[in-house]
């Protein structure tokens, strides 16, 4: 059996701490379970009542005449512990502590280490601390502070939530959109008890059809990503990840350092997931409400219909920003809108979005015109926009009304109608009612069916991921190993350029041929083999930004210019480095610049990253980061999806690349990064691309320790 079940069915919960203070926290728990309806058995514990509230009161859950299923404690943060214990002793099968004072106060983090001990000693499940609780309105059950919870009304949503007042403020949001929630729960401290748990639970609830997530961060992020991946091909997940300060500045090493963040990373790890990231609470609730109303539609094509021409303009725009399209009208389509309209209204309807202002005082007009769009063979959604006028907006209303009640509301469908003082609540609460949501502002419903369409992209990718498993590429593991483990031996963990570049070649990267040098005259030998011009480079574990200090030097050809170069470039770096070496290389053709890097983060694992590149890639930051093990498609998504991938497809006369040879790089970059777990980070910039090549020029590898 889930053992979550019991949280959210339980048959007896004792409430220790238990008040007659309905201003105390211990009253307003009890409250809370008295008033919501619950049928299963309540203990109030307070050693110094014999009765709360008219319900019989025990001084000790160790005195209960049976057991419990779930304990309830709102106790003092000192006395939490020994609560704990006691709800073990008496065998409890879960507990949700209410009580504040742990970690989040400077003071109680050893406290709250103590009650992990107990709960992994007794093998007691908790919910919190600092927790709101938990609601199930399936069987009217309130375990939380706050009594009026009871008022939120049954439906699709489960929501978890980080923090317990964002779990007020989104369940009272959804009350607000009348949309129902099945179950609600606020993690607190999340003590045992994770987002992964929780969502595992309601992925097998059949009531429940749409997940919501609040998170401010977690210590394991890719055990509730692993957990995501197994539900949201049938069920959609929707999260929002508060955007937090990147106060730590990794740009010490590499430029995938620097880029890499926090926020970033939970984006992509939501997109590998098939999680639907969500950038506010209203767009959490507007993405709520489609998707638990609409049918999943085919494609990204709109069709809309607008009474005023500026509601259309500002949901086209916003919609084609989210990734939606206009749908281009079928020829048949458009003769039949002019056949139903009047001479007044003709010359303004030929085009999507169609502007049916002149259309509104007849109910059939507008009724023909939705009924034609929703028809059109090119059109896989349906937008209606009107803003309140008490002459016309009955027609508008009604006209939605009676093509529902026909059965010919046959793809997803949003209406966007606002309600001045209240003007249309009634109408508009019934149209809800026949699945079709309702949205006030015109953005914010772009958003929404936005939202809609990549759940259904979401479903459509994960079909082909079945069938497109992440794959390792050949390796010379030996030869690799011999590489790191001379570099470990020396007490080094930054790798020379001359290394890292034979490292990466292990695993049949291309790379620029390198030799290192001694001297000026050598340098003279080394590039007449090579061939000019040539490139020379400081070769030091100390000096990893080499351009920085002038320690790269391009574009070298007769005998007189290299032996200059090479006198200057090691001057330069003897300032950093006594033992500083020198490398020769030849000069790479000019082509298109990228940056492909990796990153082991502490909260993520293995990260790989794909950008423009060059010395402005930090400025520009048009990057994209996949989380490790990758396969092609995904490879092949995150080259397409950064802003500069036009420059790749022959952008302004620029010749067309194939994409392959750099899925291929970021393919083995996945293999060395995942079979060798010291790597912390590697930095190719710049690997330049030609039409069917791609060549690591200069590349950067840290490891571990």
């Known amino acids: 059996m889930d053992l979550l079940n019991y949280f959210f069915n339980p048959k007896s919960v004792a409430v220790i701490g238990a008040s007659s203070d309905s201003y105390k926290a211990g009253g307003l728990c009890l409250m809370s379970l008295l008033q919501c309806g619950y049928k299963g058995t309540i203990y109030p514990i307070n050693p110094h009542h014999e009765e709360i509230f008219g319900v019989i009161t025990y001084p000790s859950v160790t005195e209960l005449p049976e057991t419990f299923d779930i304990g309830l404690i709102v106790v003092p943060s000192q006395a939490v512990k ?5 709800c073990a002793r008496a ?3 879960g507990v949700i502590i209410i009580s504040s004072g742990f970690k989040e106060a400077e003071t109680g983090q050893e406290l709250e280490k103590e009650i992990l001990q107990s709960a992994i000693e007794t093998g007691v499940k908790i919910i919190g601390p600092n927790t709101l609780g938990l609601i199930n309105t399936a069987c009217s059950l309130n375990l939380s502070f706050v009594p009026f919870l009871k008022e939120v009304p049954r439906g699709p949503i489960g929501l978890i939530s980080q923090s317990g007042g964002v779990c007020m403020l989104v369940l009272y949001a959804l009350l607000n959109e009348n949309i129902g929630t099945s179950k609600a729960v606020a993690l607190g401290n999340r003590c045992n008890v994770e987002f992964s748990d929780i969502l595992a639970h309601f992925g097998s609830d059949p009531e429940i059809k749409v997940v919501l997530m609040y ?3 977690i210590e394991n992020p890719r055990l509730l990503l692993e957990e995501a991946k197994k539900i949201t091909m049938f069920k959609p997940v929707v999260a929002y990840k508060v955007r937090g300060s990147e106060a730590v500045n990794r740009a010490a090493f590499s430029h995938t350092g620097t880029l890499t963040g926090s926020f970033y990373l939970y984006q992509t790890a939501f997109r590998d997931a098939g999680i639907i990231g969500v950038t506010s609470i209203d767009e959490l609730i507007d993405t709520a409400k489609i998707l638990s109303l609409s049918p999943i539609p085919r494609g990204n094509r709109v069709g809309i219909a607008t009474v005023q021409a500026g509601l259309g303009i500002i949901f086209t725009s916003v919609a084609e920003q989210e990734g939606l399209k206009l749908a281009e009208l079928e020829h048949s389509t458009i003769e ?5 309209l009047s001479s007044m209204a003709r010359y303004t309807l030929h085009s999507n979005p169609i502007d049916i202002t002149f259309g509104v005082s007849d109910k059939q007009i507008i009724i023909q015109t ?8 090119n059109v896989d959604m349906v937008a209606l926009l009107n803003t309140h006028h008490p002459e016309y907006t ?8 009676q093509l529902a009640a026909a059965g010919e509301i046959t793809k997803p469908f949003v209406l966007m109608q606002d309600s001045p003082a209240e003007a249309n609540d009634s109408k508009l609460k019934d149209i809800e009612r026949k699945n079709i949501p309702v949205y006030r502002l015109p953005d914010r419903m772009a958003r929404a069916l936005a939202n809609l369409y990549r759940y259904a992209d979401i479903r459509q990718k994960k079909e082909t991921i079945i069938s497109e498993q992440s794959s390792q590429a050949a390796l010379d593991e030996a030869k690799a190993k011999f590489i790191l483990a001379g570099v470990e031996q020396e007490g080094r ?3 020379t350029e001359p290394e890292a570049k034979e490292f990466l070649s ?3 990267i291309s790379v620029t041929p390198v030799k290192t040098i001694e001297s000026s005259e050598e340098a003279c030998r080394a590039a007449a083999s090579l061939g000019t011009p040539v490139v020379l480079k400081l070769v030091s574990p100390l000096i990893v930004h080499k351009s920085d200090i002038g320690g790269v030097m391009l574009n070298l050809a007769g005998e007189k210019e290299i032996k200059e170069a090479y006198e200057e470039i090691i001057l330069k770096g003897r300032c950093f480095d006594p033992l500083v070496r020198v490398s020769i290389q030849p000069m790479a053709p000019p082509g298109i610049e990228v940056i492909i890097g990796a990153i082991t983060d502490n909260q993520f694992g293995p990260v790989i990253m794909f950008g423009l590149g060059g010395t402005t890639v930090e400025v520009y930051h048009d990057v994209s980061f996949r989380l490790l093990p990758l396969n092609t498609l995904a490879a092949r998504e995150m080259i397409q999806e950064i802003k500069g991938f036009s420059l790749l497809q022959g952008y302004r006369g620029r010749v067309v690349v194939n994409l392959e040879p750099i899925v291929d790089i970021l393919m083995k970059i996945s293999t060395l990064v995942t079979t060798f777990t010291q790597i912390k980070e590697i930095d190719m910039n710049p690997v330049i691309v030609y039409p069917n090549k791609a060549l690591v020029v200069d590349s950067r590898i840290l490891l571990t320790g």
Do not use: F, H, S
């Not at 020994?82 to 006691?86: H, N, S, Y």
């Not at 039949?336 to 139903?340: Q, S, V, Y």
């Open 215 to 217: 998170l401010e961060g």
């Open 394 to 401: 009955p027609n508008i209303l009604e006209a939605v009304e």
């Open 336 to 340: 039949a809108l002019d056949n139903c």
């Open 506 to 508: 292990t695993a049949g």
């Open 493 to 495: 963990n930054v790798l």
């Open 82 to 86: 020994e609560a704990v214990l006691d």
């Open 91 to 93: 065998g409890a099968k």
């Open 370 to 377: 939705l009924r034609l769009i929703m028809q059109d063979n």
